[in-house]
Every structure is written in C-alpha cells, then in structure tokens.
C-alpha cells in the first residue's frame, strides 16, 4: 500500500480521480457482478470529519460522476460521485449512525455503496496501481491535503 | 394558497410528514405570504462548502466569517466548546484584521461578519477593534455585522461609530440554561434583554439568534425569548437548531428536539414577529432530520433557509413559491 502524506493509497482497488468533477473515489470488484464504491483517503482529509452521510436509495440507477450519497462535515457538503454508473444494491446502514467511519476506515467500513454496474466498459478507464497513485499524489501535493 | 394537497417530490418521499402539524403551520404560511408574498431567500454563506442536487452557489465566498480571538473561547458552553469559531478566519489583532479584510476584499469578499469567543461574562470583547471596523466600512466599503455577546453600553455605542452594519446575538430566554448550558451563573435573562435594550438605544439594526433546543436538547427558554425579541423592532429574526456533534461529550449524546417540536417555535416566531423577516439559519442537525425540519420551516412560512437540505429548493418552488438565491449571511436578509 501506497502512503503519501499519511493519506493511505491501497494499490488493489479501482480510482476514479478528476479534480474538475470532485471526483476522489474507488471501487472494488466484489466477484459476484457488484462493486463497492467509497472515498479515497484523500477525498476524506478533504471533507473534514463527517458528520452526515444521506445515501441514495437502494434500487435507483445512478449516472457515472453523479451523486450516490451527500455528505457532510462542518466544512464542506457535497455529493460523493459514483466512479461507475449502475444500480445501487445496498446503502452502508452503519455509515449512518457513525459517518465518521468513512474517516476513520475509507476502503473498509467506510464504504458508501454497492453498485451494479451496467457499463463494463466504464470499469477500464478507471485507474490502477501506480497510476492511481500517481493521480492522488499530484492531487496531495497541489492541495497541501495531509491525512491522519 | 391551499398547502394541504402539496405532494412530497420523490427524492423527498422516504420523509413523513405530520399532517395536522402541516395544518396548524399553514397559519404561519398564510402570514407569510400576506406581509412577504412569493419570494423566499435561501443563503449560501462562503464559509462552507455547499453543493446538493437542487441547489449550489458556483460563485467564490463573497461572504466570510473572521474570529478576533481564533478558536479560543473561554465559556466553552456545552452546546458549542468553541467549535464554531473553527471555520472562522483568525484575526486576533486589529492590525491583523485590517490585512485579512483587504485579502479578502482583493478576492471578491463583499461582506464579513465579525465574531469570536467571549469572556467569562459572555462578553465578545471587540473594543479595540471599532476603529478597524470603521475603516473597513469607510475605506473598502464591505458590508459588516458583528455577531456579539452580552453589551455593554459602550460596545453598543462603539459598535454604532464603527458604522456596523448589523449585530447579531443570541438570545436566552431561560435562567437555567445561561447558568448550565453558557457557563453564567451571575447572568439571567434579564442581561440579554437588556442588551437588546442597549443595542436599539444606539440605534442598531439588530438581527437576534434563538437556539432551539439550546438546554441539552429540550425546549424551554425558546418562546420566551422570541416574545422578548418581539418587543424590541429587531430588523430579522434567526432561528438555528442545536447540533450536538459540536458539543461537549455529554452534549453529544443527546438528540436535538424533534423537527415537529422545532417546527411549533418557528410558528411561534412567525406570529410573534409577523412583519419582520424570520430566517433559518445556517446551524442546524444534518441528515434527515434536517430534510424534515427546512420541510416544515417552510411550511411554517420563514422568509428564508440558509444552506436547503437537497429537495428543499424544489419543493419550495412547488408550494408556488419565488426562491431568491444569496451567497450572504442570512442576517442580511432584512436589506431586502
């Protein structure tokens, strides 16, 4: 696992990284058709600790980069964009009574939602390995973002 | 305008409403509508980032908040411990607050409102920054409101030479809660009456604060200090909600009261101050319970939401409403 400024960068997961549509997020290949989706480390640091997160339902069809949930901190309110368009299948019931966890545990109980992709080919332009790493560590450094 | 047979839009379907509250807050829509017609404010101050399906303000901050003591605050009130200075820009000297406000004017910030933590006797000591204050009005031409503690007559007077703009306070209307809650066992509700006293004496646009559910999440103080605002020609009223996550731990634990009981003060409001703009301001709980509360608010016929839970925007629109965007402070709403 790749760290840049204490924010953690697993190098086995799926990214979606566009500062232009504040998109800081992964995605990770359940085997079973379904993916789980969340923010990155980064996308965290960023937000400020969280104190809402008011997902989607589960069942709606969401565009890639659209909203799957709002989140909130004292900070900052916003949509978290899903990396891939599908159906979301289920919602992180624990995410709502304790949003911090997506601070605390991004890429494991932190996750914002399972989605049901419905465009294959939008799995392979997100990015992997070092590439992804890449992309996150310009981000780090052009906003000064630290994390922990 | 018959409000009853309003649907829920679909991204707000999963909210239930109280049917007979929404008929009892239907007085308050009426009011509204009477003194205000259509149109309805919602707020985006540039001090937090907003962004939901129905509604953002893509434009950068043109209205920012500055504390003169940073993030001190020697109350630290259980509702607060200081945690609403943090999002404030520090400038704890009057020379430092000249540099900011010219930053910040250089960025296209057109208003500020002044702030910070009080003293052992609620006070927020701003004395030695009227002249700073002045010359910011006089010579960068921003707006200014200054969100104060307890007065005395010589900030009220001060605060007037300084040519501020507007004075924002909050209001308790409860002993008990000024003793337990603000840490002021040698204040009552009678030193906040008495500064609204000073204030409009000094001839002062004064937008007073209540915060509902203030004494560890119940209602108690609340109707009496909005009738007690009533008597004083405040320009606007704000009414905000407690958020126990800014809190102390043993604030944390508590619920904020029920949107339905939240709602049944902003009614009382609106009777009380029929005439005068009634505006929900920016603190308040997230998550649902948020949806719930800005759905009966406006129903309760408020002149204005700051930061509109996602759908709020919409279905304001759908009640027949007129939404008026700002990327001001909502205690600017009375300028309208």
Redesign the interface.
Known sequence: MATVNGCNIPEDLLYDVDPEANAFTWAKDNGDGTFTVGLTSVAAAMAGRL????PK?AGKVIERRK?IA?I?S??????VPTPLTGEIVEINEAL?GNPALANDDPYGAGWIAKIKPNNPEEINSLLRGQAAVDALTKVINEKGIKCG | MDLRGASLLPSLEDTELDKELLEELSEGFQIKLRNFGKDIFFHSPGFKHYEVDDFSIKTGPKFVDISITGRNCELMCDHCASKILWHMIPATTPEELWRVAQELKEKGVDGLLISGGSNRDGVVELYTFLNTMKRIKEELGMFVSCHVGLVDKELAEGLKEARVDAVLLDIIGDDQTIAEVYKLPHKSVKDYEESLRLLKEAGHNIVPHVIIGLHYGQIKGEYRAIDMIANFDPSALVMVVVMPYYGKARFQLLPPPKPEESAKVILHARKALPSKPVVIGCARPAGPERVKFDLYALHAGVNGITFPAEGIFTYAKSLGLRPVVSPNCCSTVFLH
Not at chain 1, 51 to 54: D, I, L, N, Q, R
């Open positions: 104190v809402a997160y008011t339902k909203s709002t909130e004292g900070k900052w309110v916003g949509p709502k």
